[in-house]
């Protein structure tokens, strides 16, 4: 995998350095070459090896593409940048987006941030503590809990006792009738600034919505974001396959069969060869 650096970091030992030394390629465009499905296709089966050497990059095969041609891929590279930007952002002020084996999105809302952006927006927004929470019946600690355990960064539903809420194995729990305030406090009191800490040093500033109306806002947002991130996940994964389907262009690989398999929707076969030879007649990134 390749970055674009425009900061001037510096880099830990296991990172390489690509640095223009010719105008007529734009970094971004070889950005694109760098992390496009058809290099990494090549590479993988020229290098078999997992240690990444930099005179292998040397050998890499660049197309000599025109100003132009550069530019299309170079638009593209730039949109993938600020949507990626944002993902950051997003990860930085406490949301977890992250993809599964299997291809599918996770996308964690921060309960915290969210319940600040509604009192933000609303300053009625009706809010209790979680003493109050728990004296008018929202929820209950069972007796045989001890009160200043400490809260453990895994919080979870134990799937025998399905209304409770375990904040510290077999120490602290509470019983939580609702399905949708059980929710909730899972998501809220799984935040980190909550772990370590006992339920007196919580009780009176870890807060929840007062009531359904409150509580269903809370999470109509929170859909609201999650679908806004998992469009900003598809718009990324659309522009690759762009870029993607650019670069085959660029090299001449136009066999459907070919296409696919690069990309990576057909199965491997072990000595399946792309069927054209355009890749090993363009140049290597060191000639150029």
């Given amino acids: 995998v390749a970055t674009f650096d425009d900061q001037k970091f510096y880099n830990r030992h296991n990172f390489g350095n690509i640095i223009a030394k010719d105008e007529k390629y734009d970094l971004k465009y070889i950005l ?3 992390n496009s499905s058809l290099l990494n296709y090549w590479f993988a089966r020229q290098f078999p090896n997992l240690n990444i050497n930099p005179n292998d990059f040397r050998q890499l095969p660049v197309y000599p593409a025109s100003l132009d041609e550069q530019s299309t891929i170079a638009l593209l590279v730039d949109a993938l940048l600020t949507k990626h930007n944002e993902l950051n952002e997003l990860r930085s002020d406490g949301y977890v987006i992250k993809q599964r084996q299997d291809g599918t999105d996770v996308v964690n809302v921060p ?6 952006e509604l009192q933000s927006s609303d300053r009625s927004f009706p809010v209790l503590t979680l003493l109050d929470a728990k004296a008018i019946g929202l929820f209950s600690i069972p007796p045989q809990c ?9 919080i979870y539903i134990p799937s025998r006792y399905p209304t409770s809420i375990v904040l510290k194995h077999n120490t602290l729990w509470f019983d939580v009738p609702d399905d949708g ?6 998501g809220y009191l799984s935040r980190p600034q909550w772990q370590g800490k006992t339920w ?8 929840i919505p007062e009531n359904d109306a409150a509580l269903n806002t809370s999470f109509a947002a929170e859909e609201q974001k999650r679908c806004y991130i998992t469009g900003l996940l598809a718009e990324i994964k659309r522009i690759d396959v762009e870029i993607d389907e650019r670069v085959l262009d ?4 136009t066999d459907p069969e070919d296409r696919q398999r690069i ?10 060869e ?12 060191e000639e150029l």
């Fill in 274 to 285: 792309i069927s054209n030879d355009e890749i090993e007649n363009t140049p290597p990134l």
């Fill in 32 to 34: 694109a070459l760098f």
């Fill in 250 to 253: 660029l090299y001449g690989i």
């Fill in 200 to 207: 007196d040093e919580i009780k009176n500033i870890a807060l």
């Fill in 263 to 272: 990309l990576g929707s057909a199965p491997l076969e072990e000595e399946e």
């Fill in 146 to 154: 001890d009160l200043q355990a400490q809260i453990s960064s895994n």
């Fill in 111 to 116: 309960y915290d941030k969210l319940l600040k």
């Fill in 181 to 186: 305030i059980r929710h909730y406090l899972v």
